[in-house]
Structures are given as structure tokens and as C-alpha cells.
């Protein structure tokens, strides 16, 4: 039943509107694995002591809050205008079927367009929490080889340990897994 002067999604559009609700139930999934990750893998030590507890991925945390309260909204929004049977249960998966077993009536009412901008821009946001982590960069100090005056980096991965891409300088210069440890004394002393 489409709402009169609301202009309709193209059936094609449909399609894409139930995949990427289906898409944020993966991406809700897979925050869930991030949930006691740090973005970097790194945390830092404030005092000289352990932290007690889980560390916990507020990013995730709040990217799962979004997921849920947007689903949750849409659904109020269909059972509040349609009436009938709400979701089987307040998971992602049974709101997402919900939702798509209302997709006719949501892609004809005057808020489709809307709908259809929140989605994207919620797994835009989501997917670049999801996505690859960049490696982060460390400087060391200044490099050893003669004449060079660049500064020795590690590019580390998501677990904090020196990447693929190792340990040099803006140079070139790079410096073998056992030399690692002279660099580390050579950089403690002149702190």
C-alpha cells in the first residue's frame, strides 16, 4: 500500500535495502569480536600496575548500541503504523527479518528516503570500525647508518608486534630482527 505523492523505491532498491539490513546484522556480529580489542591492540599504562578487568571497545560497544536502536526505531515505526505481530525478539537477526518482511510498506511510505540514508550512513560508520586496522607507526630514535640522519620507525600490527613492514628509517635503511634489541638499549640510554 503505497502513501499517496511518496515517491516509491525502484524494486531494485529493494533488494539492496534487505541486503544491507541483513549486512548490519553481520556487521553487528562482527563487532562482537572487537568488543575486548582496543582498536590499535595497544593500551596504555598509566600507573605501574596491571588494569583490572576486561578491557572493553567502546567503539564497538556504541556501534552495537547504534545497530540495535536503529533497527529497534524502524521496527516502532511499522508495528506503531501497521499494528500486527511485532519481531520475534529484540536480536538484530529477528528485527532485520522484521523489517524485511515489512519491506513493500517501508519502501512506499514518505520516510523511505530517510530509511534508506540512515542505513547507509550506520554501516558506512560500522564498516570502517569493522574494516582493516591501520598499522600503527612508532618512532625509535635517529638511525644508525652512517650519515643518515632519519628517524628509525616500527610500523607495528593490530597485536602491537612489528608488521611485515618491520623496522627502518624514512630512508630506507633497514634494521634486521637482530639489531632490534641494540636499538632498544641504544634508545633507553639517551632517555
Given at each position: 500500500m503505497r502513501t499517496p505523492g511518496a515517491p516509491a523505491l525502484a524494486p531494485i532498491g529493494t533488494e539492496r535495502l534487505k541486503s544491507e539490513l541483513y549486512g548490519l546484522v553481520d556487521?553487528?556480529?562482527e563487532c562482537e569480536q572487537l568488543l575486548c580489542r582496543t582498536r590499535s591492540g595497544l593500551r596504555e599504562r598509566v600507573s605501574g600496575h596491571r588494569a583490572n578487568g576486561i578491557p572493553l571497545n567502546e567503539e564497538a560497544v556504541e556501534a552495537r548500541t547504534r545497530i540495535t536502536g536503529f533497527l529497534v526505531a524502524w521496527s516502532g515505526l511499522?508495528?506503531?503504523?501497521?499494528?500486527g505481530a511485532g519481531?520475534?525478539?529484540?536480536?538484530p537477526?529477528?528485527?532485520?527479518?522484521?523489517?524485511?518482511?515489512?519491506l513493500d510498506w517501508l519502501t512506499a511510505h514518505p520516510a523511505a528516503a530517510e530509511?534508506?540514508?540512515e542505513l547507509d550512513?550506520?554501516?558506512a560508520r560500522v564498516s570502517r570500525l569493522t574494516g582493516p586496522t591501520p598499522d600503527l607507526q612508532v618512532d625509535l630514535g635517529p638511525c644508525a647508518h652512517p650519515g643518515c640522519g632519519s628517524t628509525v620507525y616500527a610500523v607495528l600490527d593490530v597485536g602491537g608486534t612489528p608488521s611485515a613492514q618491520g623496522v627502518g628509517c624514512a630512508a630506507g635503511h633497514a634494521l634486521p630482527p637482530r639489531q632490534w634489541l641494540l636499538l632498544a638499549r641504544r634508545t633507553g640510554q639517551r632517555a
Open positions: 556487521l553487528y556480529a511499522v508495528l506503531d503504523q501497521q499494528g519481531p520475534e525478539s529484540r536480536e537477526r529477528a528485527l532485520a527479518a522484521f523489517l524485511v518482511r515489512h530509511l534508506v540514508a550512513e550506520l554501516t
